[in-house]
């Protein structure tokens, strides 16, 4: 399902993958498509069972993980707050939620060096204004995980790596520190779980609001191949670029056919559409069972 259309229920945004309607005032249907979002593009071809992929993993991270912090989840069942007959489009992809008011940043936990961060590392050795180790190489281990916030981009526009300070201007010291402190503890609880099932999460990224009393709520989506990076342990070795069960595989591909990253990106041959589904599901199965 490339788009949703449920007319029972007020939409509110489409996201790079989610479509989100009200329910009532205080709850949020968030219906999870299979697209998919590669260098803050969205691609025309969707990518077979993904939806269903990332809302089955993300259910299962944040209920192993609620004993850390609060999230969104309720217990009301999607088909019973759309019409009938569009019940087929939120079967396996969709969950309800509690509204809260979103944080505008990211929260990126970086165990590994790895994407952007290696990049940075490459030219300055920091990353997002953290100092760290001479001599890492690709795919290195940090010596413990780094909280690297960025922004939150709209569709079409990159996310931008932000340094603390800017992250403590944006949502106040105390929130910034709170955020830090919540995201290093799901990522390190998740990281070391994810060992026992032969993964690596070398990085990922959270996202997190807050209820009318100020308390702090993860949402959105947590720890899949859409905002993770996911090694395979039995084939990691440091210095090269790692295989992987999230979407590198896809910007791999990318990025061999020249593309410019900047709309509008290219169809998807349904042979590499169906090797990231496949890459997709190995995560789930897994991580999940």
């Given at each position: 399902m490339y788009q949703s259309s449920i007319q029972s229920l007020p939409l509110i945004a489409r996201g790079k993958v989610r479509d989100i309607y009200a329910v009532g005032?205080?709850?949020?249907?968030?219906?999870?498509?299979?697209?998919?979002?590669?260098f803050d593009v969205i691609l025309p071809t969707p990518i077979p069972d993904k939806g269903k992929i990332l809302t089955a993993l993300a259910g299962f991270w944040f209920v192993k993980l609620a004993h850390?912090?609060?999230?969104?989840l309720t217990d009301i069942d999607p088909a019973t707050v759309v019409a009938p007959d569009e019940r087929d489009q939120v079967a396996g992809r969709a969950i309800v939620v509690k509204k809260y008011k979103v944080l505008p940043i990211e929260a990126v936990v970086r165990g590994y060096l790895e994407g952007s961060g290696w990049s940075e590392y490459s030219q300055s050795q920091s990353v997002c204004g953290i100092k760290l180790p001479a001599g890492l190489q690709r795919a290195s281990k940090l010596p413990e995980p780094i909280f690297t916030?960025?922004?939150?981009?709209?569709?079409?526009?990159?996310?931008?790596?932000?340094?603390?300070?800017?992250?403590?201007?944006?949502?106040?010291?105390?929130?910034?520190?709170?955020?830090?402190?919540?995201?290093?503890?799901?990522y390190k609880?998740?990281?070391?779980?994810?060992?026992?099932?032969?993964?690596?999460?070398?990085?990922?990224?959270?996202?997190?609001?807050?209820?009318?009393?100020g308390v702090l709520h993860l949402i959105d989506e947590a720890l899949t191949p859409d905002s993770s990076r996911f090694w395979p342990l039995d084939t990691y070795k440091v210095g090269e670029s790692p295989q992987s069960y999230d979407k590198q595989f896809i910007r791999n591909w990318l990025e061999s056919i020249g593309?410019?990253?900047?709309?509008?990106?290219?169809?998807?041959?349904?042979?590499?559409?169906?090797?990231?589904?496949?890459?997709?599901r190995e995560a789930l199965t897994r991580l999940a069972g």
């Open positions: 005032h205080d709850k949020l249907l968030i219906v999870t498509t299979d697209r998919l979002s590669a850390v912090v609060p999230n969104q916030p960025a922004t939150k981009a709209e569709a079409g526009e990159h996310d931008e790596n932000i340094d603390f300070a800017n992250c403590e201007k944006l949502i106040g010291k105390e929130r910034a520190a709170e955020v830090r402190d919540v995201a290093i503890r799901l609880e998740a990281a070391d779980y994810a060992l026992t099932r032969g993964i690596i999460i070398a990085d990922t990224k959270f996202e997190f609001g807050v209820d009318d009393n593309f410019n990253k900047k709309p509008p990106a290219p169809e998807v041959p349904a042979d590499i559409a169906q090797r990231t589904s496949d890459k997709y």
